[in-house]
């Protein structure tokens, strides 16, 4: 008998959940705050954030810090989901986002920030 359910294949990338203070910024001018990571692969990651939806056409580039050092700078972006966690007074958000043609300098500073920023792979899902 052949299964009518559908199977989603596993990601091409493994994702990593990030450590305290790995943060990406999201540069929409002087008044950009970094976001605290949620998880990250070489292919995307996502971040929480407070606040209203942040419009796709403002996400463009990112760039990856631990505290303030700056470890990946001016990642093109393309914004996936954007999804809300809690309804509070203040909307906590989750926003996901995939990396598109980074340079080979970047893809190395990538598996850097990966390999110290991380803590143990997601299950795959």
Known sequence: MESRIMYQPAREHQRFKAVHRALVLVDKGPDSLPYHIMDISE???????????????EVKEISLYHDFELIVDKIPVQTVSDQRLQD?????RRSSVQFKDLSNEQRSQLEQFIRNYTEAPLPVN
């Open 43 to 57: 292919s995307g990651l996502s971040f929480r954030y407070l606040g209203q939806k942040l419009k796709r056409s």
């Open 88 to 92: 509070n007074l203040v909307p906590i």
